[in-house]
């Protein structure tokens, strides 16, 4: 089941001493601000991306249904900041403004989250060696235990990343297009899990294999539209990755944010769910709908609106 909430969206929401340095087009980025009204301009340009999530989950007999409301503010193409909203059993939502600080280079530089209450309730530091990843750290201020500090090596077409205090690594590895194709992570030398991904030619992902903690082999469909999130996501395309758990299948993010087409369908072991997407008059996309009922133990929805600049 929880593979399935993948599928839908895995967000929700990125070398230097004696090695080659990859393609610095992958971990840099900047822009100007701007922004705008939508209309039905053929013009892809973002001004916000909306994603609302309803998930409900029976465990252990009792009812678990979560909220979540997500505005990306987006600016020439890259985000900006954004809100995220969260409500539980249809309680009162908590609400949390995220910010994003940039160096000169347009790097970003951290991430942080602050409450209703003004208080930072949690923050990503990243830090940059020779224009490249070396260290990201996260501080969850309420609870220590969910800290993290990840540190980096790049050998040729390799980062490895180790977490400190613990003997979690990970091995991605990337083609001669800069795009990941295998995540494999160990617990010393055990393998635990590894997820291998194939694109087509045209830039769409193909599928995505995963063996270990996770056995799953996806297959990718797209629409023959512009996705709008690819140049807004390739923006820091390493970091969005390089700071995910180990054991977070990556295909489903890529199929959402980083493909050339719309996602609006995928085969999971033989199973196929298509999405609802809406385009306005321009044929470019204003919406998509995910939805899917399993009876009374999980239900999920995703709804996402595009708004456009004009």
Excluded: H
């Amino acid at each position: 089941m929880k593979k399935l909430v993948l599928i839908a969206f895995a967000l929700s929401l990125v070398t230097a001493c004696n090695t080659e340095p990859l393609d610095p087009e992958l971990t840099s980025g900047g822009g100007d601000t701007g922004g705008g009204s939508g209309s039905e301009s053929a013009d892809l340009m973002l001004s916000s991306y909306e994603l609302d999530t309803d998930l409900f989950v029976s465990f252990l007999g009792l009812p678990i249904e979560t909220t979540t409301n997500s505005l990306f503010n987006i600016s020439n193409n890259i985000v900006v900041g954004g809100t995220n909203q969260i409500s539980a059993n249809q309680g009162p939502f908590e609400t949390e403004n995220q910010s994003i600080t940039r160096n000169s280079s347009g790097q970003i530089i951290s991430f942080s989250s602050v409450n209703a209450q003004g208080t930072t309730t949690n923050e990503t530091l990243v830090t940059y060696t020779n224009g490249v990843i070396s260290q990201i750290s996260y501080d969850y201020y309420e609870n220590d235990e969910d800290d993290y500090v990840y540190n980096f090596t790049y050998d040729g077409n390799t980062i490895t990343r180790t977490e400190e205090n613990t003997t979690i690594s990970t091995v991605f590895t990337v083609d001669s297009a800069d795009r990941i194709i295998k995540k494999e992570s160990f617990d010393g030398d055990f393998v635990l899990q590894t997820e291998t991904i194939a694109y087509t030619a045209n830039g769409n992902i193909s599928s995505s294999t995963t063996t270990g903690e996770i056995e799953s082999n996806t297959t990718y469909q797209f629409d023959d539209q512009e996705n709008p999130l690819k140049v807004v996501f390739e923006d820091n395309y390493l970091l969005q990755f390089l700071e995910d758990d180990y054991s977070e299948e990556l295909g489903p993010q890529i199929a959402q944010f980083l493909s050339t087409n719309n996602w609006n369908a995928a085969n999971f072991n033989g199973s196929t769910f298509t999405f609802d997407l809406d385009y306005n008059t321009a044929g470019r996309i204003s919406s998509r709908v995910i939805a899917y009922d399993f009876g009374p133990e999980f239900a999920f929805e995703f709804n996402e609106r595009f708004n456009y600049v004009n």
